[in-house]
């Protein structure tokens, strides 16, 4: 065949596969296929891989349609309608699924825990941890009937630690509030304890309590400042809020008013939740 006659087949072959993949697929001659018809493999095989953003998804689909779809012929209206459905809803699971995978990253944690640290942020001063943190093991609190009770045995529910001292004028203005907040709680599960750092222990303070307001709230004592030297504390009022695996889940430096609504709200969640897994020591 000459050189003039196989460019004149080559355009007449081009028109032909033109005319033909414009045309329905069942009117096809059997020898004949449009490239576009391997654009759903293509599509799928792009949802295999792991994207970063909706962005580099849309990018794909758009290089898989260029790729296939105008290889040798031209897309029918028909399949442009079609791909156009896909396209959309492709771009619409991406974004659900990057968002979701963004919110997950930022909280990092399990929704109940989450929500409590929300509700936790709403009382003014009180600092959520990022990590629940274990409490000191080998220390012991003074109580009343002069056994003592270990600090890391503070288990079994939510508790609201207050470490005060009679000589504190802040920690005594704050304790009416927390004798409401205890009123309030009274059977939820959640309690309000108290920790005395007077010389005179426990039976110093407890009589000093009754006449401050703080006729619902129990206190023990830590008269040799050993708990407030493991915890940290340097101030007073200093205020923990124990989980009921032992741990330190926020703490609160200062006083407050404990039976504000913020509070009680928290307290509320607090009843009903159940703190997750891991933590670290208090060093």
């Known amino acids: 065949m000459s050189s003039s006659a196989k460019r004149r087949s080559a355009s007449i072959e081009a028109l032909i596969r033109s005319i033909t993949c414009e045309g329905f697929a069942e009117k096809r001659p059997p020898h004949r ?3 576009a018809e391997g654009l759903a493999p293509s599509v ?4 295999a891989g792991t994207f970063s953003s ?13 790729t296939h779809a105008f290889r040798g012929c031209i897309m029918s209206q028909r399949m442009a309608f079609l791909f156009g459905i896909v396209l959309a809803l492709a771009a619409g699971f991406a974004i659900f699924l990057y968002q979701a995978g963004k919110d997950s990253q930022s909280t990092g944690s399990a929704p109940g825990t989450t929500n409590l640290r929300t509700l936790a942020e709403r009382v003014p001063g009180l ?11 080998g220390v012991t609190l003074e109580t009343a009937d002069g056994n003592g009770r270990p600090l890391a045995a503070l288990t079994g529910r939510w508790r609201l630690v207050n470490f005060w001292a009679t000589w504190c004028a802040p920690c005594v203005e704050e ?7 205890q009123t309030t709680a009274r059977g939820s599960g959640f309690e309000v304890l108290l920790v005395s750092l007077d010389m005179g222990g426990v039976k110093e303070a407890a009589p000093a309590l009754a006449k401050m307001g703080g006729d619902h709230l129990v206190t023990l004592a830590d008269p ?3 708990a407030m030297g493991a915890l940290g504390i340097s101030s007073l009022p200093t205020t923990l809020l124990i989980d ?28 009903g939740s159940r703190p997750e897994s891991g ?5």
């Open 44 to 47: 799928a095989s792009s949802f």
């Open 224 to 226: 040799g400042m050993e």
């Open 175 to 181: 304790i009416p509030t927390l004798d409401r907040l």
């Open 244 to 271: 009921p695996e032992g741990r330190e889940r926020a703490r609160m430096v200062g006083p407050t008013e404990w039976d504000s609504p913020a509070v009680i709200a928290l307290v509320r969640a607090l009843a």
């Open 127 to 137: 600092v959520w941890h990022d990590a629940p943190r274990l409490l000191p093991s």
């Open 279 to 283: 933590a670290k020591a208090v060093s």
């Open 54 to 66: 909706p962005a580099f998804l849309l990018a794909s689909l758009t290089a898989q349609f260029s």
């Open 33 to 35: 296929s449009c490239p």
